[in-house]
T-cell receptor, first 111, second 111 residues
Framework: ELKVEQNPLFLSMQEGKNYTIYCNYSTTSDRLYWYRQDPGKSLESLFVLLSNGAVKQEGRLMASLDTKARLSTLHITAAVHDLSATYFCAVDENRDDKIIFGKGTRLHILP | DVKVTQSSRYLVKRTGEKVFLECVQDMDHENMFWYRQDPGLGLRLIYFSYDVKMKEKGDIPEGYSVSREKKERFSLILESASTNQTSMYLC??????????FGQGTRLTVV
């Protein structure tokens, strides 16, 4: 059974700082997704990572995938208040299209 | 733009009632999902469908059933609602290998 673990689950940080959210998963997969959820809203897709070594960047967010380590990271550079949200990683187990989510990382950026 | 529409934003039902949550997508996606979201638990997969009339149990199928008679529509059924099924329910759809797109969510309260 696929397990997806995010670390940390809650993060409070100052504007301008850098930080990384980690996503570990338990079985073989080369399909990993990152989502953002604002309070009271649904989930919005951020990144799709489909191979070992994949790196995607948009604005102050960069995501990477290491399938050998079963690890993905979401790196935040020079955080701004607008990035405050909950971030989820999700994994497609064995390419069977069944997508399992982590518990989410609630990110709070202090102005 | 992909659109995933859930029939209700808010529902209040009584214990023991049969409850139907409806979801429709307009992008001809093969895969559809029902998740429930609870604080601290992230998104947990209830059921997944990869084709019409095809379904697969997720991590927490107990107390739920699903129906997919047409490709664009995926229904979640609570046969006899209980208070522990009070939650946010999220429907999603995807094309294999791509990210899932989410509906706006249905907040169900069982009293």
């Amino acid at each position: 059974e696929l397990k997806v673990e995010q670390n940390p689950l809650f993060l409070s940080m100052q504007e301008g700082k850098n930080y990384t959210i980690y996503c570990n998963y338990s079985t073989t997969s080369d399909r990993l997704y990152w989502y953002r959820q604002d309070p009271g809203k649904s989930l919005e897709s951020l990144f799709v990572l489909l191979s070992n070594g994949a790196v995607k960047q948009e604005g102050r967010l960069m995501a990477s995938l290491d399938t050998k380590a079963r690890l993905s990271t979401l790196h935040i550079t020079a955080a701004v208040h607008d990035l405050s949200a909950t971030y989820f990683c999700a994994v497609d187990e064995n390419r069977d299209d069944k997508i399992i989510f982590g518990k989410g990382t609630r990110l709070h950026i202090l102005p | 733009d992909v659109k995933v529409t859930q029939s209700s934003r808010y529902l209040v039902k009584r214990t023991g009632e049969k409850v139907f949550l409806e979801c429709v997508q307009d992008m001809d996606h093969e895969n559809m999902f029902w998740y429930r979201q609870d604080p601290g638990l992230g998104l947990r997969l209830i059921y997944f469908s990869y084709d019409v009339k095809m379904k697969e149990k997720g991590d927490i199928p107990e107390g739920y059933s699903v129906s997919r008679e047409k490709k664009e529509r995926f229904s979640l059924i609570l046969e006899s609602a209980s208070t522990n099924q009070t939650s946010m329910y999220l429907c999603a759809s995807s094309l294999g290998g791509f990210q899932a797109f989410f509906g706006q969510g249905t907040r169900l309260t069982v009293v």
